[in-house]
């Protein structure tokens, strides 16, 4: 049913839906429903190959797989030998702040940033060594120096040179500072010295608070803050590519905090900052950028405080007038994902069934009649129609099966009968419903 599945992928798929989150690794094994979606993002990603940038903004329920599909992203981005990485909004990050908040997202985006080698993040030192190596190797070559002397420190000067000159080529805005660094990063690389290293990731993650800090460590005049922090990922984008890489994939899951922010004029430069990004992928000012947004149709389509609130942006992101729930367009920037139909749902749980068995090393005697007992079971509950989502049904399902794994002697339909529907929304829905009362 599901071929070639890896011992740790397994792991991470059962324990990561257990525990009501996206598996980090293995989800092309438990996708289903989603193939318009994924010819679409596969199309999309051959485009920013090619040059183009792209926003996309995921639109759907609690519970309707937008994690999921950023995660099926990932999957497909990182075997196109993109550079990806993922972070959520949270109440103390955001796109736009003049108190810390926007470098906060930014260091969690340079935390997370993954490639096919190292898929669950913290790749960002991999990649700097590996640019550091190509310039190293391009450098030798031109002055007829041998690979392993021009590692010495009498050509330490040789390859700095070459590394602000690559640099200054590649980047714009804080090129040279982020040049500067490189070569600090570089010294510390050739001479052992690991707090020079460190600094330099430091300060490339955006983790500097003041530039006397920054100065003292590195002798540079600026530090990565709220107001030049999409410059210096800009800045990422043309570096990866340089490197041989097809472009920079962003997800940023949880928009919902963007719209949660509670004073008006905060909220609308978020979104100024959204229409901006937005601009500068539609209108080529930059090139290789795919960034994608998550969120709820509240976030997308509320007039008082979601994007729709923001004129611009409404003009730009409404719904393809001729589309329906039949006849889809996924070229639009907005896709809305529908939910999962039972048959899906059914394909879904035969495949947790298997992967279930491959982590636990069992073959657990569950029929397919069972499954879609245990589904009738639960859909017809009552408040399923209103709350019901398929983390909850998969939730339920796994831990049914942990039950039956330790119990194999237990009465399945009266597990199947004491399942109970409750609203398992997040606190974000509760919050919604009460703004819209007001």
Not at 152 to 161: A, D
Not at 303 to 321: C, D, H, I, P
Request: charged share 25%.
């Amino acid at each position: 049913m599901i071929d070639n599945i890896k011992p740790k992928e397994a792991t991470s798929i059962i324990n990561s839906l257990v525990s009501g989150v996206v598996p980090k690794i293995g989800v092309q094994h438990i996708t289903v429903g989603r193939s318009e979606e994924v010819n679409a993002s596969i199309s999309a990603l051959e485009d920013v190959k090619n040059g183009h940038s792209l926003v996309k903004f995921w639109i759907g329920d609690f519970g309707s797989g937008k994690s999921f599909m950023l995660h099926l992203l990932n999957t497909v981005a990182l075997k196109q030998k993109f550079v990806v990485a993922n972070a959520d909004f949270t109440p103390d990050n955001r796109l736009y702040s003049n108190d810390g908040k926007a470098v906060i997202l930014y260091t969690a985006i340079m935390d997370n940033i993954a490639i096919q080698t190292k898929p669950e993040g913290g790749a960002l030192q991999t990649l700097l060594e590996k640019w550091i190596e190509q310039v190293i190797a391009k450098t030798a070559e031109a002055n007829t120096i041998s690979l392993a002397d021009i590692r010495n420190e009498q050509y330490l000067e040789i390859i700095q040179n070459s590394i602000m000159k690559t640099v200054n080529e590649i980047t714009e805005v804080g090129g040279f500072d982020f040049g500067s660094v490189i070569v600090k990063y570089y010294e510390g690389y050739i001479k052992n010295d690991e707090l020079l290293r460190r600094n330099a990731l430091k300060w490339l993650k955006g983790e500097y608070t003041t530039k006397t800090e920054a100065r003292q460590d590195l002798g540079v005049r600026e530090i990565i803050n709220d107001s030049n922090y999409y410059d210096m990922l800009k800045n990422f984008c043309k570096f990866f590519v340089s490197m041989g890489y097809s472009g920079f994939m962003i997800n940023l899951d949880e928009a919902i905090n963007l719209y949660k922010i509670s004073t008006a004029a905060a909220r609308e430069k978020n979104y100024e900052k959204i229409l901006s990004i937005y601009n500068d992928c539609f209108q080529g000012k930059i090139s290789n950028l795919f960034i994608n947004f998550a969120g709820t149709e509240e976030f997308l389509e509320n007039e008082r405080r979601g994007l729709f609130s923001y004129q611009a942006l409404k003009s730009r992101l409404e719904t393809n007038k001729f589309e329906t729930l039949e006849i889809r367009d996924f070229a639009q920037p907005v896709i809305k994902l529908t939910p999962l139909n039972h048959n899906e749902i059914f394909v879904l749980l035969k495949k947790l069934k298997f992967i279930f068995d491959c982590n636990y090393k069992t073959d657990l005697d569950i029929s397919d009649e069972e499954i879609s007992s245990f589904m009738e079971e639960i859909f017809n509950k009552p408040g399923a129609s209103e709350f019901l989502t398929p983390r909850e049904v998969i939730r339920d399902f796994l831990n049914i099966l942990n039950i039956i794994r330790q119990n194999p002697d237990v009465d399945k339909k009266r597990l199947f009968g004491e399942i109970e529907i409750e609203d398992e929304r997040p606190n974000d829905a509760a919050f919604i419903n009460t703004i819209e009362e007001i």
